[in-house]
């Protein structure tokens, strides 16, 4: 739910966002290695029920 808030919040304002999550099913929408590396900024929060953002 915060990652899909997270995410529209960024739409509304026109930037590129992916919201990496990790929940009771795993982790999804992983950000990987190129991702980081290619990104204007990578915020990262714990515990891991919350979410990772990459902005593109």
């Not at 990652?3 to 795993?26: D, F, N, P, W, Y």
């Given at each position: 739910?915060?990652?899909?808030?997270?995410a529209?919040?960024?739409?509304?304002?026109?930037?590129?966002?992916?919201?990496?999550?990790?929940?009771?099913?795993?982790?999804?929408?992983?950000?990987?290695?190129?991702?980081?590396?290619?990104?204007?900024?990578?915020?990262?929060?714990?515990?891991?029920a919350?979410?990772?953002?990459?902005?593109?």
């Amino acid at each position: 739910m915060a990652a899909e808030k997270l995410a529209q919040a960024a739409q509304s304002r026109g930037v590129g966002m992916k919201v990496e999550t990790h929940g009771s099913i795993g982790a999804e929408n992983v950000c990987d290695d190129n991702d980081v590396r290619t990104t204007d900024g990578v915020s990262s929060r714990t515990p891991s029920a919350t979410p990772r953002w990459c902005q593109a």
